[in-house]
């Protein structure tokens, strides 16, 4: 049924292309970066109650944030698309065991995260806001958590940050919306004008937002896991993570998809975190 549903908005914004390409790439745009908001279950909420909630502000955005203290390093934590803090439950248990200070966010348009717009430019300024104001100095994003985990280290090279641990996370832009376009099947009158309205917004074309790329000049030690059947994000993007990300290391899962919510996964990020 999530198909079919697919395939006809997909139909039907082809079909205001033939009218409008620059409303249809509008239109596929909003639909690109209007995440769903996922509701939490009662043990859910329970847990973030744990933690010390604190609104932080950016722009117009006020960002959602969950601390457990420690007295060890700050961790911050950064979720992937359609998802919230709560995905990170079973680390932070893990981290404060170890008495690590946890940091985590929930992005724009998620969680209690003000917004209805989201991309990972705008997440990585979050990310940005909330490391500077609790000096965090280990950074672990998941998925398109990673990407803008990679875009805020390009922009500003916290002080404070000695390592980035990234899962899953894709490696360009036109990797992500190329996938979409294909999900969606898209015309190219769509994709060309959604090219056109990404240009127009952040003068860049979409090829510059390379995540890998950007991080080649970073030198702060880092933690990349991929697996080796992610349906989400294809594998051979970690390895161009580990190309430009020198000082890198890649660990290569198999039977944890996408999401890499297992135990053995937190415990590599443990042993690297603690080495």
């Not at 990585?124 to 990673?146: P, Y």
């Amino acid at each position: 049924m999530k198909n079919i549903i697919v395939k006809i908005v997909g139909s039907f914004i082809n079909l205001i292309s033939y009218i409008s390409p620059r409303l249809a790439g509008r239109m596929a745009l909003t639909l690109f970066s209007k995440p769903r908001r996922i509701k939490l279950k009662e043990p859910e909420k329970d847990f973030l109650q744990t933690a010390f909630l604190e609104d932080v502000n950016y722009e117009d955005v006020n960002i959602m944030t969950y601390r457990w203290l420690g007295k060890k390093e700050t961790v911050l934590l950064a979720h992937g698309w359609e998802s919230n803090t709560v995905r990170w439950k079973d680390l932070i248990t893990k981290l404060k065991a170890l008495d690590y200070n946890v940091v985590s966010l929930d992005a724009p348009g998620h969680g209690k995260t003000s917004g209805r717009i989201f991309n990972a430019l705008l997440y990585s300024e979050c990310i940005n806001v909330v490391a500077k104001k609790f000096n965090a100095n280990i950074i672990i994003g998941h998925s398109v958590g990673g990407m803008a985990t990679a875009f805020f280290q390009k922009k500003y090279q916290l002080s404070t940050v000695n390592k980035l641990v990234l899962l899953g996370a894709p490696s360009n832009f036109t990797g992500v919306f190329s996938r979409y376009v294909n999900m969606m099947s898209y015309n190219s009158r769509v994709s060309k004008t959604m090219d056109e309205l990404i240009y127009e917004r952040f003068n860049q074309k979409p090829d510059y937002f390379n995540a890998a790329r950007f991080l080649e000049e970073t030198t702060i030690d880092g933690l990349l896991i991929h697996d080796k059947k992610d349906k989400i994000i294809p594998y051979n993007d970690a390895e161009d993570f580990k190309n430009f990300y020198k000082t890198s290391k890649l660990i290569t899962t198999e039977g944890f998809g996408h999401g890499l919510r297992h135990d053995d996964v937190n415990n590599h990020i443990i042993d690297f975190i603690t080495t």
